[in-house]
């Protein structure tokens, strides 16, 4: 199982910034999909999550600003994230859920400056 993120980068307060990230080798359709990040000396926090069934949950954080989603034909999850703002930035990683089942891919970097 791999899962591969992309989309990272620095951008200026108020920017936008889109993560992909596909998965492979797993059945895709059935896991519950989720970004985490985690910011220098801080846990890894939960972002946003998708599940099978397309219900979204989101950290208080984020909500009406970020928006995950997935292509089941793409194998693929994104997370759109607008009006970003400085504390935004971490490394932010893909997760897939199914049961006691997770897989984690290796993280992406998204600096916000202000």
């Known amino acids: 199982v791999q899962l591969q993120a992309s989309g990272g980068g620095l951008v200026q307060a108020g920017g936008s910034l889109r993560l992909s990230c596909v998965a492979s080798g797993l059945m895709f359709s059935s896991y519950t999909l989720g970004w985490y990040r985690q910011a220098p000396g801080k846990q890894r926090e939960l972002v946003a999550s998708?599940?099978?069934?397309?219900?979204?949950n989101y950290a208080d954080s984020v909500k009406g600003r970020f928006t995950i989603s997935r292509d089941n034909a793409k194998n693929t999850v994104y997370l759109q994230m607008t009006s970003l703002k400085p504390e935004d930035t971490a490394v932010y990683y893909c997760n897939a859920r199914l049961t006691i089942v997770e897989y984690w891919g290796q993280g992406t970097l998204v600096t916000v400056s202000s």
């Open positions: 998708i599940t099978s069934g397309g219900i979204t």
